[in-house]
């Protein structure tokens, strides 16, 4: 599932995102959302949020549930 959607993604969800750094090499950085930055529900290049960790980027994948 791809990070488009806000109503997709929740605190303490598993996800990948691209931070702006990484945009022209596409790096993935795999994290924890800690909060959701985007307002709209929507948005083309994914939602922005912010990870446990402190980095903040666009979500482009939804990870399953670790159990």
Not at 29 to 44: E, I, N
């Amino acid at each position: 599932m791809d990070g488009k959607n806000r109503k997709d993604i929740h605190p303490g969800q598993l996800v990948e995102i691209v931070m702006k750094a990484d945009q022209r090499t596409g790096a993935l950085t795999k994290g924890v959302v800690q909060r959701l930055l985007t307002k709209s529900p929507t948005h083309p290049h994914g939602i922005k949020v912010q990870l446990e960790t402190g980095e903040v980027g666009r979500v482009k994948n939804i990870l399953p549930e670790e159990e």
